[in-house]
């Protein structure tokens, strides 16, 4: 028990990361981390919608899809499920926090679009944890107790790709660069040498 939840855990933050090692959710990674409070802002919308999406999805592929052999149709049931809880989340957000709102701006809707909500929802349909976990096998079912274990150490992989990018791009802007460099082509450099050290966790 304490083995797998480790495995789910250090393969959905680090070796399994959604943006640095399986780059989904790029658009957010690069739209709205130039501050660190709107990147955890974000990190935290997009994991709560992880978890509510993989709560709805999960039961209703498994429970519903499944026994009707309509499974052919999930990712158009999931994108209608995700789209929904965004359109809720973004009403909440409006009415408890304006600033935080208007500082997400475009990005808060494009959590709808964002491929890495839909990637979580997409692999839990695997029937083993090991396949979701790089492959090691725990010999464990999956089930939803695991499922959302996944999905909130996924969102958590993602909020802190999303800090790490705020705090680099915070100090970026204090530096001295060079002016051809200034901007998307520094983060983008910034962004590949996150994505290697990343990639030594897949490694281990």
């Given at each position: 028990?304490?083995?797998?939840?480790?495995?789910?855990?250090?393969?959905?933050?680090?070796?399994?990361?959604?943006?640095?090692?399986?780059?989904?959710?790029?658009?957010?990674?690069?739209?709205?981390?130039?501050?660190?409070?709107?990147?955890?802002?974000?990190g935290?919308?997009?994991t709560?919608?992880?978890?509510?999406?993989?709560?709805?999805?999960?039961?209703?592929?498994?429970?519903?899809?499944?026994?009707?052999?309509?499974?052919?149709?999930?990712?158009?049931?999931?994108?209608?499920?995700?789209?929904?809880?965004?359109?809720?989340?973004?009403?909440?957000?409006?009415?408890?926090?304006?600033?935080?709102?208007?500082?997400?701006?475009?990005?808060?809707?494009?959590?709808?679009?964002?491929?890495?909500?839909?990637?979580?929802?997409?692999?839990?349909?695997?029937?083993?944890?090991?396949?979701?976990?790089?492959?090691?096998?725990?010999?464990?079912?999956?089930?939803?107790?695991?499922?959302?274990?996944?999905?909130?150490?996924?969102?958590?992989?993602?909020?802190?790709?999303?800090?790490?990018?705020?705090?680099?791009?915070?100090?970026?802007?204090?530096?001295?660069?060079?002016?051809?460099?200034?901007?998307?082509?520094?983060?983008?450099?910034?962004a590949?040498?996150?994505?290697?050290?990343?990639?030594?966790?897949?490694?281990?």
């Amino acid at each position: 028990m304490a083995s797998t939840i480790l495995l789910i855990v250090i393969s959905a933050v680090f070796s399994q990361n959604f943006i640095l090692v399986k780059f989904l959710g790029i658009c957010p990674f690069l739209g709205v981390s130039k501050k660190t409070n709107s990147a955890l802002s974000m990190g935290i919308a997009v994991t709560l919608v992880m978890l509510l999406a993989t709560l709805v999805t999960y039961p209703l592929y498994m429970y519903i899809m499944v026994p009707l052999k309509i499974e052919y149709l999930e990712i158009i049931f999931f994108i209608f499920v995700i789209a929904a809880l965004v359109q809720m989340l973004e009403k909440i957000i409006g009415k408890i926090s304006p600033a935080l709102y208007r500082s997400m701006g475009i990005y808060l809707p494009l959590i709808t679009t964002n491929c890495a909500i839909l990637g979580v929802a997409e692999l839990l349909l695997v029937n083993e944890v090991s396949e979701v976990v790089s492959g090691v096998a725990v010999g464990i079912s999956m089930n939803l107790g695991w499922a959302l274990l996944y999905a909130l150490c996924s969102g958590l992989g993602f909020t802190l790709a999303m800090i790490l990018m705020g705090g680099v791009r915070e100090k970026l802007e204090k530096l001295p660069v060079a002016k051809c460099m200034k901007g998307f082509p520094i983060t983008m450099v910034a962004a590949c040498f996150m994505a290697m050290a990343f990639y030594v966790f897949a490694l281990l």
